[in-house]
């Protein structure tokens, strides 16, 4: 991957609570604009993990999601790395329930640290 901005790597749920619950679009399109712009310059992204989880509901947040896809990040050999640190070495506690080897899907959240820690976070 080439070497990411600094700027924010977010997950699914503040984008779910953002657009679905507390900041939609049509009514608060400022501030999207404004989020918007920081996809643009690559300084908002997420884990393609994370489309795959909006991708549950077919929706308006998936709509905005499907033309905001470039901000959905493929996993690399950077993040795999960090990635298989996460699924196997806690970190001081913090990944303790974090990764349900039982379920038969990933959840985003340990492709997101590992997005994170990829790009210097």
Known sequence: MKELPLGYVIDTN????????????DIFLT?????????????????????????????????????NRD?????DAIQEKYLRKIMNEPIKG??????????????ADPFVI???KAKGG
């Open 31 to 67: 501030l999207w604009e404004k989020f918007e712009s920081l996809i643009t310059q690559g300084l908002m992204i997420s884990s393609l993990q994370a489309f795959k989880e909006i991708e549950q509901k077919d929706d308006d947040l998936l709509k905005w999601a499907k033309t």
């Open 94 to 107: 913090f990944n303790k329930g974090l990764v349900n080897i039982r379920k038969l899907k990933s959840d």
């Open 114 to 116: 590992a997005l994170a």
């Open 71 to 75: 901000m959905f990040k493929d996993l």
């Open 14 to 25: 503040s984008l779910i609570d953002l657009y679905r619950r507390w900041y939609s679009r």
